[in-house]
């Protein structure tokens, strides 16, 4: 049986998911798919399931490396755990081919994949890190905007309509401190 996973870091990446799905159908996958929606350091309930799942004989079938492990010690103990099951798996970005893990060159090759793409990964947040520091001694790095003071003229605008900061913040979805915060500021 093609057993499916999928996952996006954040709720906002639909489109990814979607095409992640779409892929694992396409393959065959189309009786059990597991997916979530979390960060790859986060607990993953739906990967911890699909490897429950799955039985001797099966594939556990993934787009891209990245969406299983998020390392390559994290990726080595997922391996152990399908051989441990007689789980093969099988890697769509690989060219769609079934990676034998259970082989040590299909270990090896699992192995250098994991690595690189974990080494791309600690590059691209090293360069991310730079830029952030660099923009921040130009003057150009402000950060994200604190939600709550985005949310300011709302505030105001239910304030004036009659609401009080309790029903202000449940309405905005908000703590009371932020919004008796922003009355303060504005007063």
Known sequence: ML??????STVD???????????LAA???TEKVFYERVSSVAQRDQLAAALEWCRDGDTLVVTRLDRLARSTADLLAIVAT??????????L????????TLSPSGKLIV?????????????MKVRMLEGIAKAKAEGKYQGRAPTARRLAPKVHELRISGLGPAQIAARLCMSR?????ILSEAA
């Open 3 to 8: 057993i499916g996973y999928a996952r996006v």
């Open 13 to 23: 990446q639909v489109a990814g998911l979607e095409a992640q799905l779409r892929d």
């Open 27 to 29: 393959t065959g996958c």
């Open 82 to 91: 399908l051989e441990r099951k007689g789980v093969a798996l099988r890697i």
């Open 93 to 100: 970005d690989f060219g769609g081919q079934a990676v034998d």
């Open 111 to 123: 192995t250098m994949f994991g690595a690189v793409a974990q080494f791309e990964r600690e590059l």
């Open 177 to 181: 401190s932020s919004v008796y915060r």
